[in-house]
């Protein structure tokens, strides 16, 4: 069973930054791609940005130039750097890894981008 640990999450100011990260453990088996989504209030979740083993990445259009994903492999962890905030961007952030053919989440943490 693969567990994953978010933290970063918190309250910024629109124009702020955070930095997410969400760690791995408990695979036996090397881990794909890992990514972040996100659900803000009454609307569904959405793909924020991926990342393969081999560090191609793919980002939602509404985050490109704003956010970075990176991972580092040996420590089986992901992060989300997200620069010049929105209002639009509050929302509970889900990492995610796939082993094999699996989809594990995290428990989600809270961004809220306000003045």
């Known amino acids: 069973q693969v567990q994953l640990v978010e933290s970063g999450g918190g309250l910024v100011q629109p124009g702020g930054s955070l930095r997410l990260s969400c760690a791995a453990s408990?695979?036996?088996?090397?881990?794909?791609?890992m990514g972040w989504y996100r659900q803000a209030p009454g609307k569904q979740r959405e793909l924020v940005a991926t990342?393969?083993?081999?560090?191609?990445?793919n980002y939602a259009d509404s985050v490109k130039g704003r956010f970075t994903i990176s991972r580092d492999n040996a420590k089986n962890t992901v992060y989300l750097q997200m620069n010049s905030l929105k209002s639009e961007d509050t929302a509970v952030y889900y990492c995610?890894?796939?082993?094999?053919?699996?989809?594990?989440w995290g428990q989600g943490t809270q961004v809220t981008v306000s003045s």
């Open positions: 408990g695979s036996g088996f090397s881990i794909n791609a």
């Open positions: 990342i393969t083993s081999g560090g191609t990445t």
């Open positions: 995610y890894a796939q082993v094999l053919l699996r989809t594990y």
